[in-house]
């Protein structure tokens, strides 16, 4: 389900729940952190993914992430964020496409914004593997501030799937 969403200050969001943008490289290497995780409440794989669009003193900050989590009973919570090393393929149809040129994957120095945005993500996914593997930035737009951002909304998404989620809820989560 890709929903598209128009929130307040004239920022935008596009959400996929149960499935990614095909943005996914096989050969991208893995920056990876281990946290503590609790028995996780989900019973199979989750997916989600976020694109934000933020207007802002003149510009416009941009951000997709994405990713998949795999419930397990290991007590612990592997986190594996996909980063691309000079990989500029262009991204159509992003919501930055009129303002900036939007690039499929995640700069490595990005990566620890990731992490750090999602490290209460253990108590709140529980102990399994969270694949960060779908990723677009920007050169203007993209900052580690906004990946710092976006990271927690894409752990509560994951956690948030049901059959029908609202625009209402999705507007909710994001905007927490």
Known sequence: MITPLNL?????????????PHL????HSFVERSLPGR???LTHPQQAAIEMLIPSAGRALYGLLGGEFLPT??????????VSEN????????LAANLDTVYMGLPVEYADSVLNGII?????????ILLCNCAAHSPVGSSPRM??????ILVRLITSQTESVSEEELTRLVSA
Not at 24 to 27: A, L, S, T
Not at 73 to 82: F, M, N, P
């Open 8 to 20: 307040n200050r004239h920022r935008k969001a596009k959400i996929w729940l149960g499935e990614l």
């Open 24 to 27: 996914i490289n096989p050969n």
């Open 39 to 41: 028995t996780s409440t």
């Open 73 to 82: 009973d290991s007590g612990e919570l592997i986190v594996k964020v996909a």
């Open 87 to 94: 990989a500029e393929i262009e991204m159509p149809g992003s």
């Open 120 to 128: 209460d993500a253990g108590e709140i996914l529980g102990s399994g």
């Open 147 to 152: 990946f710092r951002q976006i990271a927690p």
